[in-house]
């Protein structure tokens, strides 16, 4: 069955989050809404869970304490009188929706047996490669059983950078990405290279590959984060803070993420990232089939 329609509101901030394409719900409230044009209010499709923590990593600037008190103090009692609501009413526009949102996937790949005993071996992504293969392959097969007339290009793959990370012995996700893509011969355009690259069009045939940085206006109805551990270095190479740029990676998707990462060495934002994730209760995991 195809899901319903689906819209989050965070009152505080005046922000409607929505789930679907262009829904006739949707675009009844658009359209009652014309005159003011939303022009105090930001439209994001992702879900209510995904962004509630894409913003807290952003507000907090990826600081536990200050996370822990935002969660507290704003959001939570929000999230709590959401899930009481099962529509969102606007009483002046005669707009009632339905409210659900998912939670991300988390794939620590250290916690998995399998990484563990190539870590020791250091045949490490060959194997990181088959087994993204087997994510993907997953995650479309899902696409197709949810979602009626869903295309490979409602798949987006999310990489931290295109070129080679200067820390040793470092996942080159980028070309994880691209072998695991060609293993399972799948047709993907990739965003990740040149700038200009961007203005191609997609097709829908086509499994979209993208970095951190160049996903921004992007989206997709099923996200694949990869290699969250080098949010840093993805944002010291483009010149962005880092919850900026793990809020413009985390609120690709219209309905789900996997976020992918690993602790081969010390991230502060893997840290904060599962800070969060603990606080709010919201992480579900590991992705996909075991390898």
């Not at 969250?228 to 483009?238: L, P, R, T």
Request: proline share 5%; glycine share 6%.
């Amino acid at each position: 069955m195809k899901p319903k329609p689906r819209l989050f509101l965070i009152e505080s901030k005046e922000q409607l989050l929505y789930l679907k394409e262009r829904s006739k719900e949707y675009d009844a409230l658009l359209e009652v809404n014309e005159c003011h044009k939303l022009k105090r209010k930001r439209v994001f499709r992702t879900s209510n869970e995904t962004f509630l923590i894409s913003q807290l990593m952003v507000e907090s600037g990826l600081e536990e304490e200050k996370a822990a008190k935002i969660w507290t103090t704003r959001f939570a009692p929000q999230y709590s009188k959401a899930g009481k609501q099962k529509l969102i009413e606007f009483p002046d526009e005669g707009v009632e929706l339905p409210r659900q949102g998912r939670a991300p996937t988390l794939t620590c790949l250290d916690d998995l047996q399998w990484f563990k005993d190539l870590v020791k071996s250091g045949k490490i992504e060959n194997v990181v490669a088959d087994w993204v293969a087997r994510l993907i392959d997953y995650r479309l097969s899902k696409l197709r059983d949810a979602y009626s007339g869903s295309s490979p290009s409602d798949l987006l793959i999310l990489v931290p950078f295109a070129v080679q990370s200067r820390f040793p012995g470092s996942i080159e996700w980028a070309s994880v990405a691209r072998r695991a893509l060609d293993k399972q011969q799948i047709r993907y355009i990739d965003y990740a290279g040149a700038e200009d690259v961007r203005r191609v069009q997609f097709s829908p045939s086509e499994v979209r590959l993208c970095t951190y940085h160049s996903a921004r206006g992007i989206e997709a109805l099923h996200v694949i984060l990869l290699g969250f551990e080098q949010m840093s270095e993805a944002s010291g190479k483009e010149g962005w803070r880092i919850p900026h740029l793990a809020y413009i990676a985390t609120s690709r998707s219209v309905y789900d993420t996997d976020i992918v990462y690993c602790r081969l060495r010390h991230s502060r934002e893997v840290q904060a990232l599962e800070a969060i994730l603990s606080l709010t209760g919201f992480a579900d995991g590991p992705a996909g089939p075991p390898l």
